[in-house]
């Protein structure tokens, strides 16, 4: 089938030189049948060595002899409903959402603290779930699935258990940050892959386009991962771990394939990157006009050793302050920039240290109302709360554990094909 214009296609091809030294035996065309003759045998003998069906059940119900597994929630984003008194985080080890009292604190003895309400089932279509909003008003919940699920589903604050999403919005793949823009009833969704914002109305639902793309070479957005919004200045924040490649110039826009066919506004994917495009740059911020489009360079770019971003994760902004906060994941930090800051600038704050329990944070949420910073751990099954303006190894205000305290941490995410280093008797497992 021929692709659409501007996709990578096979026009010409070269026959390649005749190669010196030893080469695998020729097998003459006339073997083929054979060799399929010969494979369909060795399957038929598997599954007469598999025995009758009492002796293949029996089979499935073997056990592993080993399991590598998190038993506890993995907090990765977090947001607190001020009006309800409530916090809410999402789960990506076991894929739920978890709903909390907003002042609740375990103690060190206890186990963990159980949630309010639970989320979660096949019904919710909740999976790898990393960006959280919640409706002011309504206190809806709107959660971002990452991965193989996309889609952003929004359930009532009342919802609980496994029931299906009161609305849903077919989103791009590799979606992984929201924010709200209240006032024009939009929603901002960074898209990792493809380096990109969507800007969708609020009530979006199902298959509508979204109404504007942010995504270029100009743009220096790289893997972005958390957004947040300045609605006093009207100002967009996006943080990018680094990793980018570049689109075919003139490619077509729009949708092309999957969920995204025939949409506009639809980010331009991996059908479309330029081969030997990809590389990685120094982690960022990026700041923009809420209303920025296109191919469009930011307003000013934090970039630079002297920042200390290590994948920056998530992101908040306190306007009256003129702050932003930002989960440093790898720093096992939270760091806070000047709004206004640019190039390679220090962080005026920085909060980190044994007694802050930060480990790995991937979520965190600045509540204005009760001057509070919320974090979410994913290393070490917390979600922990500070005063606003808390620095250095300053230990929380209040703990929320999913998990005994200490317990290992796998941090396993969307595992792929594993690898085992025989050398060192280690499993590699890429996330």
């Known amino acids: 089938m021929r692709r659409p214009t501007g996709s990578p296609q096979l026009i010409s091809y070269e026959k390649l030189p005749a190669m010196e030294g030893e080469m695998c035996e020729w097998v003459p065309a006339s073997a083929g049948t054979t060799l399929v003759a010969s494979l369909q045998q060795e399957r038929s003998s598997a599954r007469a060595g598999a025995g009758d069906a009492a002796q293949r059940a029996e089979i499935a119900k073997r056990k592993p002899l080993r399991m590598i597994k998190d038993s506890y929630a993995s907090y990765s984003s977090i947001a607190v409903d001020p009006g309800n008194n409530e916090v809410v985080m999402t789960d990506e080890s076991l894929f739920q959402i978890l709903v909390y009292d907003r002042q609740a604190n375990t103690p060190p003895s206890a186990r963990m603290t159980e949630p309010k309400r639970m989320l979660g089932g096949l019904k919710t279509k909740i999976e790898f779930q990393c960006g959280l909003y919640i409706d002011p008003q309504s206190g809806d919940i709107y959660a971002v699935n990452n991965d193989t699920v996309d889609t952003l589903v929004i359930f009532s604050r009342q919802a609980r258990g496994d029931v299906p999403p009161n609305r849903e919005l077919y989103t791009p793949h590799g979606t992984f940050g929201i924010a709200v823009d209240e006032q024009a009833k939009e929603m901002f969704l960074t898209i990792q892959h493809d380096s990109a914002v969507v800007v969708y109305r609020k009530d979006s639902q199902k298959d509508e386009s979204p109404v504007r793309l942010l995504q270029g ?31 075919q110039p003139g490619a077509q826009t729009g949708g092309t394939l999957g969920r995204g066919e025939g949409k506009t506004n639809w980010p331009l994917g991996r059908d479309q990157v330029i081969p030997g495009s990809g590389r990685n740059v120094p982690p ?148």
């Open 217 to 247: 070479d100009r743009t220096l957005l790289a893997d972005p991962h958390g957004i947040a919004l300045d609605a006093k200045n009207n100002l967009i924040f996006v943080t990018n771990h680094g990793s980018v490649s570049s689109r």
């Open 284 to 431: 960022s911020i990026t700041v923009y006009s809420k209303t920025a489009k296109g191919d469009t360079a930011p307003l000013r770019v934090i970039q630079g050793p002297k920042t200390r971003m290590d994948w920056p994760t998530g992101i908040a902004v306190d306007p009256e302050r003129g702050e932003i906060y930002i989960s440093n994941d790898m720093g096992d930090e939270v760091l806070v920039f000047s709004s206004s800051a640019s190039g390679d600038a220090a962080p005026i704050r920085v909060l980190k240290g044994p007694k802050t329990m930060i480990k790995n944070p991937t979520g965190l949420y600045l509540d204005l109302k009760n001057d509070e910073l919320w974090v979410a751990n994913f290393g070490n099954h917390t979600a922990t709360v500070y005063k606003a303006t808390a620095a250095g190894d300053t230990a929380p205000l209040r703990v929320i554990r999913s998990g005994p305290l200490g317990a290992p941490t796998p941090m396993i995410g969307n595992p792929h094909p594993v690898a085992y280093d025989s050398k060192r008797e280690e499993l590699l497992v890429p996330n």
